[in-house]
């Protein structure tokens, strides 16, 4: 691969998992009280968690899933940050529950606003079990594109570009919800998807979980992971790629540092 080809990848590469990492990180969650028993089948518990998912009810949903992973503690056993797999961010001990976290919690509401399923096979093996499901949600593979379109117009806008100014400008733009608001604000029934997903569910102590696994994750965030957009879509952030290029080209020539050892030192 030539040397541009890979800076521009590198570069894409970052905004695309800044952009995932943001909306990700503090999407979808109310944390409420849920009822503790959730049924005695793996069908059962897979309508419950998916009623809970709709609801925003995240307590309830971690209860029968593996959400949760792990606990961080300071040196006195104080409970210090905890790791889950989805709704991380607004699961944190002493969260403070300000402005960003009502953004959040309006992005999330949105993004279970159309969410449909239906569980079509289950295959049961004694404590294990996989459970089809057709799930329905608006195309976040269409608005993460947009997303992603609107960072490069920011950044092109933008009079930062020294080492680290690229993932500064991006990191300021993928914490704010409200341009990946207005852009699900504009989407309606006709802009949906439907995924195929096979969840696992597991005995275990004296009740049945589901597994957060990526591809669940990705089939209820509406498609959220594809690698690519469409033509048109892919088309326009080439267009924007080359343009920011032309800019860090610009800045290079200016600092004497060519772009390649740019891209080296921000990349490694």
Request: include cysteine; charged fraction near 30%.
């Amino acid at each position: 691969m030539r040397a541009r080809e890979m800076k521009t990848r590198k570069i894409r590469i970052l905004v695309v998992m800044l952009v995932l990492g943001a909306v990700m990180m503090t999407s979808l969650g109310c944390a409420q009280k849920g009822q503790k028993a959730w049924g005695d089948t793996p069908e059962e518990t897979a309508e419950y968690m998916m009623e809970r998912l709709k609801e925003l009810d995240l307590a309830a949903f971690n209860e029968c899933t593996d959400n949760y992973v792990r606990t961080y503690r300071n040196w006195i056993g104080i409970a210090t940050q905890r790791e889950y797999r989805v709704f991380n961010e607004l699961l944190q001990p002493g969260m403070v529950k300000g402005n960003r976290y009502e953004s959040n919690h309006k992005f999330a509401e949105k993004t279970v606003e159309h969410m449909e399923w239906e569980i079509t096979d289950i295959r049961q093996d004694g404590e294990r079990a996989e459970i089809d499901m057709k799930i329905t949600n608006i195309n976040m593979q269409d608005v993460i594109g947009e997303y992603e379109i609107s960072i490069l117009e920011n950044m092109l806008e933008s009079t930062g570009i020294g080492m680290g100014g690229l993932v500064r400008n991006v990191s300021d733009l993928a914490n704010g919800k409200e341009e990946l608001l207005s852009i699900m604000e504009a989407l309606d029934e006709t802009n949906l998807c439907t995924m195929d997903v096979t969840v696992l569910a597991y005995w275990e102590k004296d009740q049945w979980k589901i597994h957060v696994s990526e591809e669940f994750i990705n089939a209820f965030m509406g498609n959220m992971m594809a690698a690519k957009y469409s033509e048109e879509m892919e088309q326009k952030i080439e267009k924007l790629m080359e343009e920011y290029e032309g800019k860090v080209d610009e800045w290079a020539d200016e600092v004497g540092e060519s772009v390649e050892d740019w891209v080296e030192k921000v990349f490694g």
